[in-house]
């Protein structure tokens, strides 16, 4: 969830954070875990092709995710890690108003490996929103960042108590590595 260069790097107003950064670094081998598994990846960024087009945020610099520019593109250590599909969201859950659930329905998942930015914001929204349609949730806390560490560890917290099982990295490549191993996958 928006592992883009707006939220990750420090040239942009709402980039640089250090716990995002080590979520990325954190991501890019769970990925590679899943794609050797033959598991579907889906990431996302938010932007909007018009400044109209964003909705009431409360946030200045989101106005500026606009669709072409470099604050929109995928962290390139994400990138590289070749996610199968990347969607352009605008509100911020990864669910709201785009294909992620279908897709996921189509390739029979049931169940999701939440990463991302902000802890606090997209990422909470998008578990609350994977669970509401019915998939189990995990979300490796390592792998998730947020601006402030009290709100990262908070809404973990709360998210564990109430729709998901927070989990490490590590935990979440072994358990994709042990369904890989049953399912016979190479």
């Not at 950064?21 to 579907?40: F, M, Q």
Request: net charge negative; aromatic share 6%; proline share 8%.
């Amino acid at each position: 969830v928006d592992f883009q260069r707006g939220f990750i790097e420090p040239a942009f107003p709402m980039g640089g954070a250090p716990m995002v950064d080590a979520a990325v670094r954190n991501t890019v081998p769970l990925i590679e875990a899943a794609k050797r598994a033959g598991l579907p990846v889906i990431a996302c960024v938010n932007g909007y092709f018009s400044a109209r087009a964003a909705p009431h945020w409360k946030a200045d610099p989101v106005f500026d995710l606009l669709a072409g520019t470099p604050s929109v593109e995928l962290d390139p250590r994400i990138a590289a890690a070749a996610p199968d599909v990347v969607l352009m969201k605008s509100a911020p859950s990864i669910f709201f108003a785009t294909p992620a659930a279908s897709i996921l329905t189509k390739e029979r998942v049931d169940t999701v490996i939440v990463t991302g930015c902000i802890t606090s914001g997209c990422v909470r929204a998008s578990v609350i929103d994977a669970f509401s349609l019915g998939f189990r949730v995990m979300v490796p806390g390592d792998c998730v960042g947020d601006h402030d560490q009290a709100a990262h560890d908070q809404n973990l917290l709360d998210v564990d108590r109430r729709y998901a099982d927070v989990i490490d990295g590590a935990t979440a490549i072994a358990a994709i590595e042990a369904w890989r191993q049953a399912n016979d996958r190479p």
